[in-house]
């Protein structure tokens, strides 16, 4: 099974700045890695998908890049709509697909 | 609108078994693959079953292999989940989605609650 680790468990960020959001696993899992959002009391949802594909209607802020066992989320101009938690998942080798355990994005 | 809506969860005692439903509406459910996904209170997610949009090819993770059975009726467009011998570490919002060819989560439902205590 593959271990999805995220880093950093909680970030503080001013709106209108950068976020970096970490994700790494256990072993490569190529391009196969997606990114959700989760807000309190929401399910989640799709923002990028194939490590830096944007889902439909996600806004531009949102970006994605790495690949093997190195990922990042960067949401350029934080928003007061974007602090929730987001999770990374690896869909490369599965079953078992797995997620991290999530980064919690707070206003700072 | 394109949409999942599940049902079925609530209160059951150690031991004892409920039925998970979803709803799908909005799009051409025979055509997708479906996906169990569960979260713990306070917790991330976990995947929980694959279904292919045929039934041929099922899944589940190893916390559920055994218990749980996924099924699906496309006549109905609808998922199930029959959960057998529930633990209390089963106690979480189990969530219904669409996924692609992969095991991408392309839609989710909004999610159903199951309590596993005495």
Redesign the interface.
């Known amino acids: 099974e593959i271990v999805m680790t995220q880093s950093p468990a909680t970030l503080s960020v001013s709106p209108g700045e950068r976020a970096t959001l970490s994700c790494r696993a256990s072993q490569s899992v190529s391009s196969n890695l997606a990114w959700y959002q989760q807000k309190p009391g929401q399910a989640p949802r799709l923002l990028i998908y194939g490590a830096s594909t944007r889902a439909t209607g996600i806004p531009a802020r949102f970006s994605g890049s790495g690949s093997g066992t190195e990922f990042t989320l960067t949401i350029s101009s934080l928003q007061s709509e974007d602090f929730a938690v987001y999770y990374c998942q690896q869909y490369n080798n599965w079953p078992p697909t797995t997620f991290g355990q999530g980064t919690k994005l707070e206003i700072k | 609108e394109v949409q999942l809506v599940e049902s079925g969860g609530g209160l059951v005692q150690p031991g004892g078994s409920l039925r998970l439903s979803c709803a799908a509406s909005g799009f051409t459910f025979s055509s997708y693959s479906m996906?169990w996904v569960r979260q713990a209170p306070g917790k991330?997610?976990?995947?929980v079953s694959?279904i292919s949009s045929s039934s041929s090819t099922i899944?589940?993770?190893?916390s559920v292999k055994g218990r749980f059975t996924i099924s699906r009726d496309n006549a109905k467009n609808s998922l199930y989940l029959q959960m057998n011998s529930l633990r209390d570490e089963d106690t979480a919002v189990y969530?219904c989605a669409r996924v692609?060819s992969?095991?991408?989560?392309?839609l989710?439902?909004?999610?159903t609650l199951v309590t596993v205590s005495s």
Do not use: K, P, R
């Open positions: 996906n991330g997610l976990e995947w694959y899944y589940y993770a190893d969530y692609s992969t095991a991408m989560v392309t989710w439902g909004q999610g």
